[in-house]
């Protein structure tokens, strides 16, 4: 099975109460406990820094294990655990232990739910990256540094972790709200790395051969649709009938009937501006040549007896490779990563990472316990190694679904793993948004789905047409946006099912490469502050009890708030607006809060508002002739590459979207072409020279937001300033640290005179 189900019941329970108490220094304080059996326990205590707590725990013995107990308020929450389909409550029992997600049974689901024993494996918690690391509204977050699994039973006023080690390390940081804590946080673990500027643009998959590849690819070019990489998941092997898609066996060869010729797919895929993407795990197939290498080389984990541990994949076995071996990186990279990177890959999915058997002896004597959750780490590592050594540059991705703390510091994306083609609530579409809430707690800022899911098993039924649109929407706000045909893939929803699809699909891959100035200014952040781009309500309202509750919306960044629909019916979608006005995407609408509402959403309407006040930078297109703005339908750079290939320099012409009032504001935005620009709003500032209402919002602009009166056109060059009029005030704009000029439409909208209709159906 996928999952490990594990008990242990401890031969003696021994609290230990009282104990002496030595300063070693002027900042680490050691308790050394004993209880009457005259075991002894240790806790060293050390002050990093006024924030941040180290507390060490050690006992005598190496097969005892520990427990920790929290007093708490019933209201305080805990947040985290790095990613879960479903949002921890108490009473909640689960373990950070790595391993596949939870399962649904389609519609049944729905109904099993209330049994007392849910007959899902291992219940809802189940999770491919289930990680010691959380967040409590008390002003603080925290995390073992341990690798053995740690078993956490939560109730209201009390929670408790057990530690299957004799010795722990726990780290404590504090602050006064959400975002200083997590900017503290990432002080200690470091900051992501920035991912290269294609990753935001949306990338495509295509399976079942080179012609299907070749002719994807030239559908978006001719269709304008952004696109920035192909993924190609079965290079190395795949087979279809007329209900199923799997792909095995996991030769991590080439596949010469399906791609007979690599490099020419790669020089075709490359020189129209798209990135090629394959596939990898460290699984392997019994029986393939790779595996007889393998085996001759000693590199595959061995159990107690020193045979070759077999992991059961869909019926099929396979060995696996064993990290810890010295040679692990270097013969890795020889049989496996660097031919495929002269095929021409420009990264590829890190599959797997949580198969490691309890049972298995690893070439660094250490056992399947010790290593099971550092094993995605370890898989990481090696990718991230060998990415850096042959493209210092880092023009290159890799996303992986397992990890443990510190797989933010290695892979650049991270999914959220086989979701079903459901609306349930099990492992279906409303899954998705907890899953990203709680991975930005452990950094996984750069984190996608596949669109409209990818497991089709048992009662679950393929996706439908309802089910990838609401997908589509939620994907298109996500730092990634990539699709996936799912094992149901000849009967599974495509955007190229009908013209309707396709006008959906088209419309949000642009919204989404629109707000790349947006996904970049936010990445910065990330990397400078620790912040993440995806940020739960809490951390934007931390002192809105109703905030704590929320894990079906989000804020994208500080400015945006996105409510995606997640059920079937949409005729009382639940909306929360949080203290603020907020502007709709699409009607002009204004909405205050704090409140409630309930609304009816159209099928392809995307719930999508813009805070009052707030400047959001979009990018439209290239200027191709005197005031014509071309939308992102056309092109970016000269349309044998076509749109979503080259965003930077797309972004010589930058939209700023301003809300213009009664109050002052002011900003600044990190531009991908380097430095910055400041801009701010100042109500009645006197005579300045008269705005340019000639220019129209851009051709084909579906997926830009509505509603603003008037634009002005400027040209800003490294170092420069300029001002205009705006309504009863002024707008300042300055270029700083820029290497090359910035040509820039202004499009504002006054708060006065927003359309007062209401957008929705209430």
């Known amino acids: 099975m996928a999952w490990d189900f594990i008990r242990r019941r401890p031969t003696h329970i021994v609290p230990i109460v009282a104990g002496d108490v030595q300063w070693l220094n002027s900042s680490v304080l050691r308790v050394t406990l004993r209880s009457a059996r005259h075991l002894a326990l240790t806790l060293t205590l050390t002050t990093i820094e006024p924030w941040h707590t180290v507390i060490e725990v050690q006992t005598e013995y190496p097969d005892a294990l520990l427990e920790i107990v929290w ?101 404590v940081v504090a602050g006064k709200d959400p975002e200083q804590v997590m900017t503290r946080q990432f002080a200690v673990l470091q900051r992501p790395p920035q991912p290269p500027a294609w990753i935001f643009a949306p990338w495509n998959d295509s399976v079942q051969g080179q012609a299907e590849a070749q002719a994807l690819s030239r559908f978006l070019r001719n269709k304008r649709i952004p696109s920035s990489a192909i993924w190609i998941e079965d290079w190395m092997g795949s087979q279809q009938n007329a209900r199923r898609f799997w792909m095995r066996p996991l030769t991590h060869q080439p596949d010469q009937s399906l791609y007979p010729n690599f490099p020419a797919l790669s020089h075709q895929l490359h020189s129209t501006g798209f990135k090629m993407l394959g596939y990898f795990c460290p699984e392997v197939t019994e029986g393939t040549p790779l595996y007889q290498q393998a085996l001759k080389d000693h590199m595959l984990v061995q159990d107690a007896s020193g045979l070759p541990v077999r992991i059961p ?334 965003l930077p320099h797309a972004l010589e012409y930058l939209t700023l979207y301003m809300s213009c009032g009664d109050d002052p504001t002011t900003g600044e935005w990190a531009l991908p072409s380097g430095g910055t620009l400041v801009w701010q709003y100042q109500p009645r500032a006197g005579s300045l020279c008269p705005m340019d209402d000639s220019i129209a919002m851009p051709v084909y602009a579906t997926h830009l937001p509505k509603g603003t009166h008037s634009a002005v056109k400027v040209r800003l060059n490294p170092g420069s300033r300029c001002q205009f009029a705006a309504f009863e005030g002024a707008v300042v704009l300055s270029l700083h640290g820029a290497v090359t000029p910035l040509t820039c439409i202004v499009r504002l909208w006054h708060d006065k005179k927003g359309d007062s209709r209401d957008g929705y159906s209430a």
Request: aromatic content about 14%.
């Open 71 to 171: 007093q708490t308020p019933a209201a305080e929450s805990w947040k985290g655990f790095g990613e879960h389909t479903h949002s921890i409550h108490p009473p909640a029992r689960f373990d950070s232990w790595v391993e596949e997600g939870p399962v649904g049974l389609g519609r049944w689901s729905r109904w099993l739910k209330f049994l007392p024993f849910v007959p899902f494996p291992k219940g809802p918690y189940a999770s491919y990256a289930s990680v010691p690391l959380w967040l409590s509204s008390a002003g603080y977050s925290a995390w073992f540094e341990s690798t053995e699994m740690i078993r956490w039973h939560l109730q209201s006023t009390w929670r408790r972790a057990q530690i299957w080690s004799h010795q722990t390390t726990l780290h």
């Open 313 to 646: 994949i869909l019926g099929i076995a396979h060995g696996e490779l064993d990290l810890t071996h010295p040679n692990a990186q270097s013969w890795i990279s020889t049989h496996l990563f660097e031919p495929a990177r002269q095929l021409g890959f420009d990264g590829w999915m890190a599959d797997f990472g949580e198969y490691l058997p309890v049972n298995a002896i690893m070439a660094d004597k250490t056992t399947g316990w010790h290593t099971h959750n550092r094993y995605p780490l370890l898989w990481q590592q090696i990718n991230r190694t060998f990415w850096d050594n042959a493209r210092p540059s880092g023009d290159y991705t890799f996303f992986v679904r397992s990890a443990w703390v510190g797989t933010h510091r290695l892979a650049p994306v991270m999914w959220g793993g086989d979701s079903d083609t459901d609306f349930e609530e099990a492992d279906g579409l409303p899954t998705v948004i907890p899953q990203v809430l709680s991975a930005q707690v452990a950094g996984f800022f750069y984190w996608a789905t596949d669109i409209a899911g990818y497991m089709t098993f048992g009662l679950t039924k393929p996706s439908g047409r309802l089910l990838y649109w609401r997908w589509l929407q939620l994907a298109a706000l996500l730092p990634v946006m990539r699709t996936h045909h799912g094992t149901a893939r000849p009967r599974n929803w495509h955007f190229t099912k009908d013209e309707e699809t396709l006008e959906v699909y088209t419309r949000y891959t642009r919204l989404h490469t629109a707000l790349y100035p947006y996904f970049h200014h936010l990445a910065v952040q990330a990397t400078q502050v620790g912040l993440p781009l995806v940020r739960p309500m809490y951390m934007v309202f931390p002192t809105d009890p109703v905030s704590w509750t929320l894990d079906q919306q989000f804020m994208l960044g500080s400015d945006l708030l996105v409510i995606p629909v997640t059920k079937r019916s949409s005729k009382q979608h639940r909306l929360y607006f949080p203290t603020g006005s907020w502007r709709c995407w699409w009607t002009n609408t204004i909405y205050t809060g704090p409140q409630w509402i309930s609304a009816a959403i159209p099928d392809d309407r995307l719930p999508l508002y813009v805070r009052l006040g707030a400047t959001l930078p979009l990018m439209e297109g290239v200027e191709i002739a005197d005031e014509v703005m071309e939308g992102i339908v056309d092109s970016f750079i000269p349309i044998g590459q076509g749109p979503g290939t080259d």
